[in-house]
């Protein structure tokens, strides 16, 4: 599109200086107007803001000074409660030491206050109002005077004590208390609520003073004594009203219940004015003030109404309901309206500007949004009057001009298209020409297959890339099906994707080609080509060659699905195929069972021969079971030394049996590896489905407690699942949290069972041993929980804490000078833990115990593992100066060779040798060796299990001296070893 150019009309010939010169003067006309309104509305508002203002102060400072007498109020009550209990503490009662004086009355004064009574009155009781008022005043009254212009009590006896003193020197000795307004208001028929009153505002003569007091009736025992009187002066309170406003000079004023005005001007007093005249108020600064009051104080619910009576001020009154008087806030209209008057003229010289300004605007706006619009389309009209065809930018808004615009739109864009429709035909069929050129390119060199069928998918064209990828010419293929393509075994696929094309129009997926003897994978597309009407007259075919990712898929299959070491399944798909077997027995198909193996001393294999002598076991292994297996049978390497088998199709336990002692055999013959022969046998566990469980994991765990079983009957044999296993296996689980709470909290003790000399029946020392005592006193025995915490790996923690208490007990023992040694068993775990001898070691420096007398036992099964790491940890042991001895000896299959490469001091006889003493020869003679041996190797040797006298007698005979056993003492707790009657070693 084109712009165009146009003459701006210039002068008052422009349509918008004219428009904009009627604006300017309907704008000013119309402002002046607007402005007269808005000053009566701001006046009216600005009465209204200032009312509210009047409004918020009275109700301020009513607030503020309400408060204050409630203080003030607050603080008298706490005084007159502290009078009552001062005089009510004792009887009133004392003796006269007042004298009266000439004018017949009785005066007392010190600092802080002064007393008064007509002598007539002084009696023992008013004398103790002299005495126990005096040090009340000395007290109270430098804290009552900061609130208060004076503090008295008058009782009903016409005592007075006052602070300031003044007062009670000047007071007539004929004066009558009851006739005074500070003390009459308070009497009992007039006050019988025994309530605090304010009194009027009175004139005291004394005092030369307006006052008001608040009085508090003062009861002992519910009898009227007097009263207690608190002064406030008019002036005080008059200085307490709010200093005058400084915008509009707002003034304040008090005014009582009765329309009597406080504070405009004081009251004219003459010098005769008596005693409780009361106060009849000023003449306030205007008379509608005075009206003002006196209406409020009629009607004190009509505050509001009431302001019409003072058309010239602004006023607001809000009540002071201490006292029942009220404080009036005012504010002179006159005031606030002369604020309005500089803000006239401004305003009107405003509106001139703006007029000014708008007109101006509003000049721009019509030659924007108009002439301008105007004077553009009447320029293009010219253009097009010229011939000349080229399309004008004209704006195409929603309104009259735009209309008109779109209308001119039309009218050329009509002309434009008779005159280049032909060439734009021309145009569009040399593009389409160069576009069937480059596509025809693109196919042919595309780096995909392409083939082109026609509607039945019969081959029309096919790319080079596609013939070479094939070994193949075009001609070969030409009018051939497109299935032709598609290797034999496809061949059923060829018949779905026609019915699918047919159907659908196309279709995707995976495709393996076969020509002649050449096959490969490949992506394949089918997509149709339609003519002009629609109707579907090829098809495109395009080919991704994917053979190397189905040969990555592949190998990814057999890493996820097999072991690599076996070549047996691993656990993913065994445990798909279990799945797969528990829903075939869900839906009653068969029964199968499922078998845990797990090779016995595996562990011992590797370690002695090599990881790599290991795997050729695994190997092998893996071998003769796939050879005695079915083949619906299913067998996976899970892990490690562990293998799986589902046996499909079980019809009962004797079956399985039969399976597994077949497979049992695979194990019989020794495995060659290397220069060694190996024999190896495996624990199974079995378990049947459903007969068992039908769920996986149950399955697994009930295999798996099964084969732990077989195990512990002495592995290289078989044994199935039985409920009584999963009870077992609660049970170990209950019991390992058991022990984690009783590590916790603390539950274990420590027996001690001494071991004796026989020779003197002295005690030599102490085998400890392990109790644990539950919450609710009951102990759990030893073989119960031993075995669960040394499988747990409990153990390790416990045996650290029996170190410390052992050793700890040591030394006490030492520190009361017996030289006893102190045996300790030390578990498997314990033993193989590198960080032992660390431990014992920062332990006997902590407790301070002597390594000399420390015994750790260990069995001979933890050393018969790794000898060489076992004897290394014993001489770490022996470094730190324990002594070593070899517990339960006889019942393992320790060789003498290694025992004397062992460095431990002492062998323990296992009880079970000794308990046939003496009915069983052989255990004498094995016993009677076992000494010998220990002798001829320098080596202290034990007896445990010692319970009878004979047994004793034959220890004694074959020079074994050292025995412990129930015939001596059973273990005990420390606190009890006292009661033993042998003599300690010391």
């Known amino acids: 599109m084109k712009d165009v150019t146009f003459i701006k009309p210039s002068g008052m010939d422009s349509l918008g200086r004219k428009f904009a010169l009627v604006v300017f003067v309907a704008i000013i006309i119309a402002g002046f107007a607007v402005g007269y309104t808005v000053l009566v509305m701001q006046q009216s508002i600005a009465l209204q803001q200032q009312q509210q203002v009047t409004e918020q102060y009275a109700q301020r400072y009513a607030r503020q000074l309400n408060q204050d007498f409630v203080e003030k109020e607050q603080k008298a009550i706490t005084v007159n409660q502290i009078v009552m209990r001062e005089l009510a503490s004792q009887p009133l009662v004392a003796a006269k030491t007042q004298k009266a004086l000439a004018d017949g009355s009785v005066r007392s004064q010190d600092d802080y206050s002064a007393a008064f009574i007509a002598a007539n009155e002084y009696n023992r009781r008013t004398a103790a109002l002299f005495d126990r008022t005096a040090p009340i005043w000395q007290q109270l009254s430098p804290l009552v005077l900061q609130d208060f212009?004076?503090?008295?009590?008058?009782?009903?006896?016409?005592?007075?004590?006052?602070?300031?003193?003044?007062?009670?020197?000047?007071?007539?000795?004929?004066?009558?208390?009851?006739?005074?307004?500070?003390?009459?208001?308070?009497?009992?028929?007039?006050?019988?609520t025994r309530q605090p009153r304010w009194t009027p505002v009175y004139y005291d003569s004394i005092w030369k003073k307006w006052m008001t007091s608040l009085i508090i009736p003062l009861y002992i025992n519910d009898e009227f004594i007097g009263v207690t009187g608190f002064d406030y002066s008019l002036n005080d309170i008059i200085e307490l009203l709010p200093p005058t406003d400084t915008q509009f000079q707002s003034r304040a004023f008090l005014f009582d219940e009765n329309g009597i005005v406080f504070g405009a001007s004081e009251q004219q007093l003459s010098a005769n004015t008596a005693m409780n005249t009361r106060y009849s108020g000023v003449k306030p600064e205007h008379e509608a003030l005075q009206r003002y009051a006196t209406q409020v104080a009629a009607t004190p619910n009509?505050?509001?109404?009431?302001?019409?009576?003072?058309?010239?001020?602004?006023?607001?009154?809000?009540?002071?309901?201490?006292?029942?008087?009220?404080?009036?806030?005012?504010?002179?209209?006159?005031?606030?309206?002369?604020?309005?008057?500089?803000?006239?003229s401004r305003l009107l010289l405003t509106f001139f500007i703006v007029a000014i300004l708008v007109a101006l605007f509003l000049q721009l706006v019509v030659y924007h949004f108009l002439l301008k619009r105007l004077n553009r389309l009447s320029a293009a009209i010219n253009r097009l009057s010229r011939g000349d065809l080229q399309q004008v930018m004209l704006d195409d808004k929603q309104d009259e001009i735009g209309l008109l615009n779109r209308a001119f739109g039309r009218m050329s864009a009509e002309i434009t298209e008779l005159v280049s429709g032909l060439n734009a035909r021309i145009e569009e069929k040399e593009q389409a020409e160069r576009s069937a050129r480059k596509l025809s390119k693109a196919v042919s060199f595309s780096s995909s297959g392409i083939v082109l069928t026609d509607q039945f998918l019969n081959i029309e064209y096919i790319n080079p890339f596609l013939t070479e990828m094939i070994g193949v010419s075009a001609d070969e293929l030409n009018q051939q099906p497109v299935h032709s393509l598609f290797a034999t075994e496809m061949h059923h696929v060829g018949e779905e994707i026609t019915q699918t094309v047919l159907a659908r129009q196309h279709w995707r997926g995976d495709m393996l080609l076969q020509f002649q003897q050449r096959q490969l994978w490949v992506s394949l597309a089918i997509a149709p080509i339609r003519d002009d009407k629609g109707d579907i007259?090829?098809?495109?075919?395009?080919?991704?060659?994917?053979?190397?990712?189905?040969?990555?898929?592949k190998k990814m299959e057999q890493l996820a699905y097999y072991d690599v070491l076996t070549g047996l399944a691993n656990r993913s798909y065994f445990r798909d195929q279990l799945r797969k077997a528990i829903a075939m027995a869900h839906r009653g198909y068969y029964n199968f069972a499922l078998l845990y193996f797990d090779l016995d001393e595996f562990k011992r294999i590797n370690d002695t021969l090599g990881h790599d002598a290991g795997d050729e076991l695994l190997k092998e292994i893996s071998k003769r079971l796939m050879a005695r297996l079915r083949e619906e049978d299913t067998i996976a390497r899970l892990g490690g030394d562990e293998f799986a088998v589902i046996l499909s199709g079980i019809k009962d336990r004797a079956q399985a049996s039969t399976i597994a002692a077949n497979l049992q055999q695979a194990f019989a013959a020794p495995v060659k590896l290397g220069n060694h022969d190996v024999s190896i046998s495996a624990s199974i566990g079995i378990t049947v489905a459903p007969e068992d469980a039908s769920e996986e994991e149950l399955l697994l765990k009930h295999a798996d407690l099964a084969m732990y079983e077989a195990k512990a009957r002495g592995k290289n044999t078989f044994h199935f699942f039985s409920p009584d296993l999963n009870e077992a296996a609660n049970e170990r689980l209950l019991i390992e949290n058991q022990l984690r709470e009783a590590i916790r909290e603390h539950q274990f003790l420590l027996y001690y069972q001494p071991k004796i000399d026989i020779r003197d029946n002295t005690i030599i020392g102490y085998e400890t041993l392990l109790r644990w005592l539950r919450p609710d006193n009951t102990l759990v025995?030893?073989?119960?929980?031993?075995?669960?915490?040394?499988?747990?790996?409990?153990?390790?923690?416990?045996?650290?804490?029996?170190?410390?208490?052992?050793?700890?007990?040591?030394?006490?023992?030492?520190?009361?000078?017996?030289?006893?040694?102190?045996?300790?068993?030390?578990?498997?775990?314990?033993?193989?833990?590198?960080?032992?001898?660390?431990?014992?070691?920062?332990?006997?420096?902590?407790?301070?115990?002597?390594?000399?007398?420390?015994?750790?036992?260990?069995?001979?099964?933890?050393?018969?593992?790794?000898?060489?790491?076992?004897?290394?940890?014993?001489?770490?042991?022996?470094?730190?100066?324990?002594?070593?001895?070899?517990?339960?000896?006889?019942?393992?299959?320790?060789?003498?060779?290694?025992?004397?490469?062992?460095?431990?001091?002492?062998?323990?006889?296992?009880?079970?040798?000794?308990?046939?003493?003496?009915e069983d020869r052989n255990d004498m003679d094995i016993v009677a060796a076992i000494i010998a041996m220990a002798q001829k190797m320098n080596l202290r040797v034990v007896a445990e299990g010692v319970e009878t006298v004979e047994q004793a007698d034959f220890l004694r005979k074959n020079a074994c001296y050292q025995v412990q056993g129930y015939y001596y003492s059973m273990p005990l707790a420390e606190q009890e070893l006292s009661r033993l009657n042998f003599v300690i070693s010391s």
């Open 302 to 344: 009509a505050v509001s109404r009431a302001a019409s009576i003072t058309p010239d001020q602004l006023i607001y009154a809000a009540p002071l309901t201490r006292l029942n008087w009220y404080i009036a806030v005012y504010t002179e209209k006159s005031k606030v309206l002369d604020a309005l008057t500089a803000s006239r």
């Open 781 to 918: 025995p030893p073989l119960r929980f031993i075995g669960v915490a040394e499988s747990t790996g409990l153990i390790v923690q416990i045996g650290e804490w029996i170190i410390w208490e052992a050793c700890r007990f040591l030394s006490r023992q030492h520190s009361r000078g017996y030289t006893v040694s102190l045996s300790i068993n030390l578990s498997v775990r314990q033993f193989n833990d590198d960080n032992l001898p660390e431990i014992v070691e920062r332990i006997i420096k902590r407790t301070g115990a002597d390594p000399a007398y420390l015994i750790f036992e260990i069995t001979e099964s933890m050393l018969m593992g790794d000898t060489d790491a076992a004897i290394n940890q014993l001489n770490q042991l022996k470094r730190l100066g324990v002594s070593l001895s070899i517990d339960d000896f006889g019942t393992g299959y320790s060789s003498l060779s290694y025992l004397k490469r062992f460095p431990v001091d002492e062998l323990k006889i296992d009880r079970s040798f000794v308990k046939d003493i003496p």
């Open 537 to 553: 007259s090829n098809y495109v075919c395009a080919m991704q060659d994917i053979s190397f990712i189905k040969q990555s898929q």
């Open 149 to 192: 212009f004076n503090f008295y009590f008058i009782s009903k006896e016409q005592f007075i004590r006052i602070s300031p003193g003044d007062w009670a020197l000047q007071v007539n000795v004929e004066h009558d208390f009851n006739n005074d307004l500070f003390y009459s208001v308070a009497l009992p028929e007039q006050n019988p």
